[in-house]
């Protein structure tokens, strides 16, 4: 039986309402930046920008970069794979997708309307051959933006741009981690070079960046076991895929903010992490990986901690022909973002 009283006043409220029409704050926050003038933008009209940020390549030579809080920006780089080459073509697959937010609703926050975020374009490279050029290239832009007190979230490219980001962020204390990948990258030199995909994490320990005691590394797999060891002598935590499974979700993220405790911490999101049956669009894919909805969970978990960044590497959209990767990538920056904008509240 249909309470009339009710239903009438139902209609009384909503029956010729305007979609922003709504009393929840959280609600209206969203709909604030999703409608405009009553109308919601065209998701596929327009200039693709990272989770549809407003665009602003020249924030960083204003006197005050704009005000800006947060930057997402790009790293077109892949000179560091050890498997098949492509990441570089990632920032480009994930400014392509649309309709990611603007609404969180696990942390019932609207990030693009509550902080101050822009696009920023990529990092400038003086040469498309040069890993080391490179590498330097990627921590002298990313010092800029530390310099400015902005906190960026960064989308690659291959994983060794992680090292020279840390660099930049971790230059006056040694950051936190918590680290999601199906391999540890703490392996050494190879084939005469330090710089490369399976390494960043050994670099930034030993340039005193990043503290081991405090990064933990979640969803290890495959069989590059024996290259790893640097991680356990030097005191990461680490967890494998079938451990992940063993525990459970709420006793990772319980483990993840008592190794990262209240310091500052960064994230890096290797999309090979995720099983490839989500993200089969990368480098070196490794079955048996957590699914996207296990680590919007992991990174919702670390609501509260001090966060000063984070990135997504190894989108390599050509091995992927449904554009998931990227989808799935987008997302994970946009649950970043999130735990950002709750910071400043």
Known sequence: MIDQ?????????????????????????????AFKGGRRALPYAGVSTLLDAPYLPDALELPDAGG??????????????????????????????????????????????ELRVADIGDVPFRSRYNLPDSIADIETFLARVQAAGIKPISIGGDHSMTYPILRALGA???????????????????EGSRFHHGGPFRQAVLDGVLDPERTIQIGIRGSAEMLYEFSYVSGMT??????????????????????????????????????????????????????????QRLLRGLVGLDLVGGDVVEVAPQYDATSVTAQVAAQMAFEMLSLMALMER
Do not use: W
């Open 68 to 113: 800006l809080q947060v930057v997402l920006l790009g790293v077109p780089m892949d000179l560091g794979v050890t498997n098949r080459s492509g990441a570089r073509l990632g920032p480009r697959a994930v400014r392509a997708i649309e309709r990611i937010g603007p609404y969180n609703h696990a942390l019932r926050v609207a990030p693009l309307a």
């Open 172 to 190: 006056e204390r040694p950051l936190g981690l918590v680290h999601i990948d199906a391999h540890c990258d703490t392996s050494g030199e190879a």
């Open 238 to 295: 680490v967890l494998h895929a079938e451990e992940v499974d063993a525990m459970g979700i709420a006793a990772v993220i319980a483990r993840a903010r008592a190794v990262v405790g209240d310091q500052p911490f960064y994230i890096s999101l290797d999309v090979d992490g995720i099983d490839p049956a989500f993200t089969p669009g990368t480098g070196t894919p490794e079955v048996g990986g957590l699914t996207p909805r296990e680590v």
């Open 5 to 33: 009283t009710k239903l009438s006043a139902l209609r009384k409220r909503f029956a010729n309402g305007a979609p922003d029409d709504v009393a929840d704050p959280d609600f209206r926050r969203a709909l604030g930046l």
